[in-house]
């Protein structure tokens, strides 16, 4: 393929065909349209390229899958990757990551968002839930990367009510930016971080501005004990009954962790339908001493997908580790090994992350919009193919993946993205001056 | 580098340059001799390649550490990779993996292997830790593949005496099966397979082998409470006890799981100076319901190290997951953040097992034998590199890994492993075959 081939297929708006490529079992070649659309999905027949679309892609076999949707992250925390581990909670926050966050800038947000979107597409996620701050310049990296994001403002008011004014104006200053950008995989949700870091006033805010704004709404709940303790001594009520009090939980709420509900909360979210986010990388490595009770949220029919959490406390952001370490962690916690079998963990990653953010995608079909994967059958972690889903959750990692298209536009072809030297660079550059201005500081 | 080049670098007896890589945060060059030892290991100041050795390879930065150790798998049974999972112990063994295993052939043993030390090479290890049966076909994949092993029959009499004597046998013919390769990169080690696998004499046979012979022993120990209570009611004492009452427990040992012991166990393995082989993967899939004690293990001064398990209960032989989900798994189920720091899950995969197998590497310094892995910095999971070990333990993967060397000799340079299309397309083969001989019989 030529340089001006190459440069044409990944600025997208062309028709792309995906031959030989393998779907629940079968081999078929998968045809996109000039808007990104899946227009259909047909047995390889094919003998020759016959010019039935702008570029062919071969897919050589390899499984093609929905692209991965990580529920719960905070973006351009990817740039405090290793800064510090291995500490207690309190220590690490207060010790580490909040002193490094008080300086961060936004050209430290746009390289921070720039690096996470780069490993997403090289591990296979074309959809992310985001909650930080200085998001404006999270929208422009998305943007600029291709993938789809549901940016959210983390809403903070500690109570104190000349905080609460100015944390409502910047969700609403976000909403506004994000509506100007009027860019098809960039929404917008409302972010009240959680039920001890916001009032019962802050929360009713975002509760209410959500409902107006018909938008997503993303928390954190019930991830430590602590939290759950602290919410029963200051509202007599655990802390889903209390959010939920507060017009949280909804249809289109995330609420991350969930390590610590209580069989009756999961019924409430049940109730709500609201989805929960598990993180399991993030709390074995922050020790929540507690998983999500993911049989009983099952049981109440509540959405469960997946989340990595940010890079300073999973590291990393591949989705193919946190399905495998998401079905270790029940069956290990649950003493039995058919709780999460590898199908169920598929899903949480593709087609239940989707409907977490109402998103169309999360699985293949005619008429959805084009967010594809192709997962290599030559690695050696993919041979032999006794089941394909079996290998994605328990052998792959993200390494795996060779291609990433999101909205019918190539983002990773045959594990080349075009533009990561510069985002490498870039990020690395933002990182270590962060680190220097927060020493000097 | 022309293919004649290629083919000369691969096949080995050459000295080596390997420049520009960072070892604990210094950039050096490192030199290797015609023999794979490490000559020296020095400041990076050369300025232009003058011919210091047959080959060159530029770093670019990479990190270089010793090859990984994996001390605890059973390689062939790559084949049987997602086979079978989600399902209860006795039943995946007993309706899946053993009617399968009947069906292994020599040929069958020998891809299997040759597919887990491709695997093995791909994702940074270069020793391993064997146990399973035909292990002469095992012997000549691991010596093709150019990678080191211990290698063990896996000794299971059942109380009987007749398939005691067969089982001796077997484990002599292996032994004297290995001193005829005269492979210094292949050892041989005594494997009595558990204490609720082998008879007392079977224990006591393989003990005085063991010692006979001067060589290791490889044991699976208190995997399930099943087994514990089992041995409790049958000999008056917990397996830790049991087996070294038949003289199991030496230096030269290497127990696999310990998941239950108490802390009187880890006391006992501490004093006899036995290495402990933590598979925190496989006991998280099975669910075994409790994990490794680590600190008690540290504790009693154990040598702890780190493995994979077989392929059908992990499903990969990645110890890079290894590390992080040990570190992950002993931080949530002790509940305290702080338990394997990185530097003591990155020694698990590397000093603490090269001692495990008594093996001279596990280290870089100059005079001991070139195991050397260089893993990428400019994978976005190791970008930025604030500190290089948490990276490795917790964002990178087996995937990061460019080029690997064992004994001096290369067997993957930047991602490319020469034979690696043959074996993947004859263990396929295999696979197939294996479950079709199973269906059909």
Redesign the interface.
């Known amino acids: 393929m030529s340089d001006y081939e190459m440069n044409a297929l990944f600025r997208g708006n062309h028709s792309l065909l995906i031959s030989n490529v393998v779907v629940d079992g079968r081999t078929v070649d998968i045809s996109i349209d000039e808007k990104g659309m899946i227009a259909s999905i047909g047995e390889n027949e094919r003998k020759e390229w016959k010019g039935e679309a702008d570029f062919l892609i071969d897919g050589n076999g390899a499984l093609a899958l929905p692209g991965l949707v990580n529920t719960h992250t905070h973006a351009a925390m990817s ?5 510090a ?5 309190q220590d ?1 926050l207060s010790q580490k990551i909040w002193p490094l966050e008080a300086h961060l800038t936004p050209k430290d947000v746009y390289w921070g968002t720039r ?1 996470a979107c ?2 997403m597409i ?2 296979g996620t074309t959809a992310f839930n985001d909650m930080y701050f200085i998001m404006d310049q999270a929208a422009k990296a998305v943007d600029q990367a291709g993938i789809r994001a549901t940016l959210s403002y983390g809403f903070i008011d500690l109570a104190n009510a000349e905080k609460r004014e100015a944390e409502c104006k910047a969700t609403e200053q976000l909403a506004a930016h994000i509506r100007t950008l009027a860019n098809p995989r960039i929404k917008f949700a409302v972010g009240p971080h959680s039920p001890y870091t916001c009032s019962p006033e802050g929360l009713k805010w975002c509760a209410e501005y959500a409902q107006a704004q018909k938008c997503g709404i993303h928390i954190h709940l019930s991830e430590t004990e602590k939290e759950v303790n602290d919410c029963v001594a200051q509202y007599g009520r655990r802390p889903a009954a209390h959010v939920d009090e507060c017009g949280i939980l909804t249809p289109q709420t995330v609420a991350a962790h969930c390590c610590w509900l209580d069989e009756a909360e999961c019924q409430l979210l049940g109730k709500r339908g609201v989805s929960a986010a598990h993180n399991p ?1 993030s ?7 507690r998983a999500m009770p993911y049989p009983w949220l099952k049981a109440a029919g509540a959405n469960v997908s997946l989340g990595t959490d940010g ?1 300073s406390s ?3 952001l ?1 989705m193919f ?1 946190e399905m ?2 998401a ?3 029940q ?2 916690y ?5 709780i999460l ?2 199908p169920e963990a598929l899903a949480m990653a593709t087609a239940n992350g989707a409907k977490a953010l109402g998103l169309p995608t999360g699985r293949l079909a005619a008429g959805t919009p084009a967010d594809i994967i192709l997962v290599s059958n ?1 690695d ?2 993919n ?6 889903t ?2 994605l959750v ?7 993946v060779e291609t990433t298209i999101c909205n019918g536009r190539i983002l990773m072809l045959d594990r080349g993205i075009p533009d ?2 510069e985002v ?1 660079n870039e ?2 550059e933002a ?2 001056k962060l ?1 220097d201005r927060a020493k000097s500081a």
């Open positions: 740039l405090l990757r290793g800064y581990d291995d500490m207690i909670l690490w690096l780069n490993e090289r591990s990388v709390n074995m490595k922050l020790a929540t001493n890079c999973n590291n990393n591949d580790e495998k370490v079905a270790l962690l069956k290990f649950w003493n039995n090994p058919t079998p590898a030559r050696a972690c041979v032999p193919i006794h089941n394909a079996s290998n328990y052998a792959c990692n993200g390494y795996s990561e030297a490498l990020a690395t990182a270590f680190v």
